[in-house]
C-alpha cells in the first residue's frame, strides 16, 4: 500500500522558511515522479513543484520560482519542499503527490490527473 505521510507545515511570517518533507512508503521516490501541488481557501488545486525520476530534473509554477526547491532523498525514501521569502499569497494546503504510471522518466509531472497518489496535505500559513 502506498503511503505518503507528510511533515513541515505550520505558522511563519513573511519572509520567512518552511521545509516540508513527504516520506514514502510502497513506493521509492527515485523512479516515481513526484510532485507538491497547493489548495488555498476558495482556489483549485495548483501545481506548485514536480521532479522527474531520470536526471532529478525539476519544474516550478512561475510564482515559486526562485524561492521553493523541490528535492529527494533516495536513501531516506523522502521527497522535500524547501520555501523561502514565504509570502502571504504561499497559503495554502501544501499536498505530496506519487504518480502510478510514469508518462517520463526525464520530465516533470505537472498535471494533476496523472498522479495517483496523495498525502494528507498539510497547512502552510504565511502572516503579513
Known amino acids: 500500500q502506498v503511503q505518503l505521510v507528510e511533515s513541515g507545515g505550520g505558522l511563519v511570517q513573511a519572509g520567512g522558511s518552511l521545509r516540508l518533507s513527504c516520506a514514502a512508503s510502497?513506493?521509492?521516490?527515485?523512479?516515481?515522479?513526484m510532485g507538491w501541488f497547493r489548495q488555498a481557501p476558495g482556489k483549485e488545486r495548483e501545481f506548485v513543484a514536480g521532479?522527474?525520476?531520470?536526471?532529478?530534473?525539476?519544474l516550478y509554477v512561475d510564482s515559486v520560482k526562485g524561492r521553493f526547491t523541490i528535492s529527494r532523498d533516495n536513501a531516506k525514501n523522502t521527497v522535500f519542499l524547501q520555501m523561502n521569502s514565504l509570502k502571504p499569497e504561499d497559503t495554502a494546503v501544501y499536498y505530496c503527490?506519487?504518480?502510478?504510471?510514469?508518462?517520463?522518466?526525464?520530465?516533470?509531472?505537472?498535471?494533476?490527473?496523472?498522479?495517483?497518489?496523495w498525502g494528507q496535505g498539510t497547512q502552510v500559513t504565511v502572516s503579513s
Open positions: 503527490a506519487a504518480a502510478r504510471t510514469v508518462t517520463s522518466v526525464s520530465l516533470p509531472v505537472t498535471r494533476a490527473t496523472d498522479y495517483n497518489y
Open positions: 521532479i522527474s525520476i531520470i536526471g532529478a530534473n525539476t
Open positions: 510502497g513506493r521509492t521516490v527515485s523512479s516515481t515522479p
